[in-house]
């Protein structure tokens, strides 16, 4: 019978790291001409290497919100003006979001480690 509350107890401290919550990043673009990338209030500058849920908010008709890096590769489109939901893995490297239409000034880049 103790083997079995010992193997209850053991399945229990286990289950909460297993439901972790994936981090989650919010993009936006628009409607001005901005651009941001931001996790919680503070904007996106470096990241540990994993798994990433990215909402973008795309406010704008006339701009678009580009995501490359290694093995990434992500965009909503120029006509497009709403919201998507990208789950993606950032690995080791750099990364650059920009609205294509206006790259020249509308930009940002972060480094995962």
């Known amino acids: 019978m103790k083997f ?4 209850a107890t053991a399945a229990l401290l286990v289950v909460p790291a297993a439901l972790a919550k994936t981090p989650t990043l919010t993009g936006t673009v628009g409607p001005g001409f901005t651009i941001t990338l931001k996790q919680g209030t503070k904007k996106v500058s470096k990241l540990k290497a994993g798994k990433y849920v990215i909402k ?18 992500k965009k909503t489109g120029v006509g497009f003006k709403g919201s998507q939901t990208w789950t993606v893995t950032l690995k080791k490297g750099t990364y650059k979001y920009v609205c294509d239409p206006h790259k020249s000034f509308m930009k940002g880049s972060f480094t995962v480690s």
């Open 56 to 73: 973008i908010s795309d406010l704008s008709n006339i701009h678009n919100f580009h995501l490359t890096g290694p093995g990434v590769d």
């Open 4 to 7: 079995v509350a010992i193997a």
